[in-house]
T-cell receptor
């Protein structure tokens, strides 16, 4: 059974810093791993999706990596901005399971 | 190109009433997934449906909860005799194919039980 854990649960950093959010999963037979952003009271916005055959994906200031052997993914945010403040969720998708298994999220606050 | 549409956005019910949550998938998508997000928690899978079929309901509570995705119209998540613990955000996602595509999420329905 796939389990996904995100550490830390909350993170507060000053504007401009580079930061890393961590995601670990127990079943390495994932099909893909997805990072989402969730603003308070809102839905989910997909940020990056990494297929199991890939090592990383980049979009603007965001870079996500995937290491299946160690069961880890990281989301790197460069030059953080107050607008990056949100909860970040990672979700693992196992082929055959046809459902996403989410971590509890990291609540990120960027202080001006 | 409307995304996944959920309504209502907010729903308030008293204990013992019924709640009906609706989800219209993206155009061309025939696969629908429901997830529940309890306060301060991540999303938990509830049920996966294709048109007129329930494929996986392993995350659905055994009692009071049901889901359908009829041939015509939106998918419905129905909660009978609601209790305080049902208060949560309920999200719907859709995809065009089985398993291969990422899931696109709606903005959710926030259910509050008085």
């Amino acid at each position: 059974k796939q389990e996904v854990t995100q550490i830390p649960a909350a993170l507060s950093v000053p504007e401009g810093e580079n930061l890393v959010l961590n995601c670990s999963f127990t079943d390495s037979a994932i099909y893909n791993l997805q990072w989402f952003r969730q603003d308070p009271g809102k839905g989910l916005t997909s940020l990056l999706l990494i297929q199991s055959s890939q090592r990383e994906q980049t979009s603007g200031r965001l870079n996500a990596s995937l290491d299946k052997s160690s069961g880890r993914s990281t989301l790197y945010i460069a030059a953080s901005q107050p607008g990056d403040s949100a909860t970040y969720l990672c979700a693992a998708y196992n082929q055959g399971a046809q459902k996403l298994v989410f971590g509890q999220g990291t609540r990120l606050t960027i202080n001006p | 190109n409307a995304g996944v549409m959920q309504n209502p956005r907010h729903l308030v019910r008293r204990r013992g009433q019924e709640a009906r949550l609706r989800c219209s998938p993206m155009k061309g998508h025939s696969h629908v997934y429901w997830y529940r997000q309890l306060p301060e928690e991540g999303l938990k899978f509830m049920v996966y449906l294709q048109k007129e079929n329930i494929i996986d309901e392993s995350g659905m509570p055994k009692e009071r909860f049901s889901a359908e995705f009829p041939k015509e119209g939106p998918s419905i998540l129905r909660i009978q005799q609601v209790v305080r613990g049902d208060s949560a955000a309920y999200f719907c996602a859709s995809s065009p194919f089985r398993s291969e595509q990422p899931q696109h999420f709606g903005d959710g329905t926030r259910l509050s039980i008085l």
